[in-house]
């Protein structure tokens, strides 16, 4: 099969040639329809996270299975099926308690030492990252890792379900438990970024307010439910949201990853808020925080988010429902459709801004 690579952390992707094995136990193949570029790819190929090279990196992807292990119960061939990085054995307490995100065992999901490897290359095994190997045209996952989805949702849209829409949508659905009323911030209005505006506006969010540096980003978060818009490069953002709330939100969401944006999320929340931190930051960032008296008084909390706290297989299936039902926006977020070969000329394009998602539907 086609399949775009990384060889080396710094290095381009690069089209070639894998072979993926058929599927035993709960496996499930299938081929993929759509692959979101997820701005975590673009980090994880360019800066040292510690991944095994090559590597098969993707993780936002959508397609139609071809073939199913004898172990596989939830899934069928002809199904349309959205994957997802969280990597969970449904067998743990934590899984048991509802926290599949949280799992102790998320080694489960791949094969085990001695058993052949899914994927090779010139017969060499490939990292399958996260499970998950999306830039490719066949993938082969656990069952546990995708979701069967409502046939009436196009794939592209469907794609972006896996990781945009759960990180950013769950962030404010599971994570923060946004209530009816509450008073939310986002800073950054990327992919992510609007799916927690989305997850705001379910939750019926009363003040949703979009911080970004980029007045044409700032319009689109009004299509998905911004209620106020704040341009961080000509006002400042802290004083800007307390003047809009009365003192400060209820809850912040970075969606950036960096230092001087965590920092303001939690400096924007009002007495009680909570600021969460979704984007991922470069290893090493810190930021300090005044502990002193005020800290007590202000009652603050500061959480890290990972996906959105999802629950994959009740969760996928619900956006998906929501797209359908009209009630959440993604046509918007598909900027471009793309070849797999384009893959590096799409991350140079989201990197200089412009693009919400390119997303690979042709092989
Ligand atoms: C990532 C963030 C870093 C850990 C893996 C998941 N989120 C989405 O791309
Ligand atoms: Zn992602």
Redo the contacts with the bound molecule.
């Keep these: 099969m086609k399949a775009s690579v990384i060889t080396e952390v710094g290095k381009p992707f690069m089209v070639v040639e894998m072979e993926i094995a058929d599927p035993i136990g709960a496996e499930v193949a299938f081929d993929v329809k759509a692959s979101g570029l ?1 701005h ?1 790819d673009l980090h994880f190929a360019t800066t040292d996270f510690g991944h095994q090279m090559p590597a098969l990196f993707g ?1 936002e992807i959508s397609g139609v299975v071809t073939a199913i292990g004898p172990d596989v119960t939830t899934i069928a061939v002809g199904d349309h099926v959205v994957a997802c ?1 969280v990597q969970f054995c449904g067998k743990c307490e934590k899984c048991l308690s509802g926290k599949t995100y949280e799992c102790k065992h998320p080694e489960a999901t791949m094969r085990k030492e001695g058993q052949p490897p899914r994927i090779t290359m010139d017969g060499q095994p490939v990292n399958q990252v ?1 499970g998950v190997g999306g830039f490719a045209e066949k993938a082969l996952m656990h069952e546990n890792q995708l979701a069967v989805v409502n046939k009436q949702i196009p794939f592209a849209q469907a794609s972006l379900i896996g ?1 945009a829409v759960v ?1 950013g949508a769950g962030s404010a659905i599971h994570a923060a438990k946004v209530a009816v009323g509450d008073s939310v911030a986002i800073i950054g209005t990327g992919g992510v970024g609007l799916n927690t505006i989305s997850g705001a506006r379910l939750a019926g969010a009363r003040r949703i307010i979009a911080i970004d540096i980029d007045d044409e980003k700032l319009e689109a978060a009004k299509k998905f439910g911004a209620t106020d818009v704040v341009n961080s490069k000509t006002v400042d953002p802290i004083q800007a949201v307390k003047d809009l709330t009365g003192g400060g939100v209820d809850h912040a969401f970075e969606v950036i990853g960096m230092a001087m944006t965590q920092k303001q999320a939690v400096e924007m929340c009002g007495m009680g808020g909570q600021a969460y931190f979704i984007g ?1 930051a470069k290893p090493g960032t810190t930021i300090e925080l005044d502990t002193s008296l005020q800290a007590l008084l202000d009652q603050k909390g500061v959480h890290g988010v ?2 959105g706290s999802v629950n994959l297989k009740a969760d996928i299936p619900m956006y998906a429902d929501f797209y359908v039902q009209g009630r959440l926006v993604l046509d918007d977020l598909v900027t471009q459709e793309i070849n797999i070969s384009e893959i590096n000329e799409a991350y140079d394009a989201l990197t200089k801004g412009g693009i919400i998602r390119s997303v690979i539907t042709s092989f």
């Design positions: 997820c975590t993780h990085l996260m990781c990180t991922l990972l996906m």
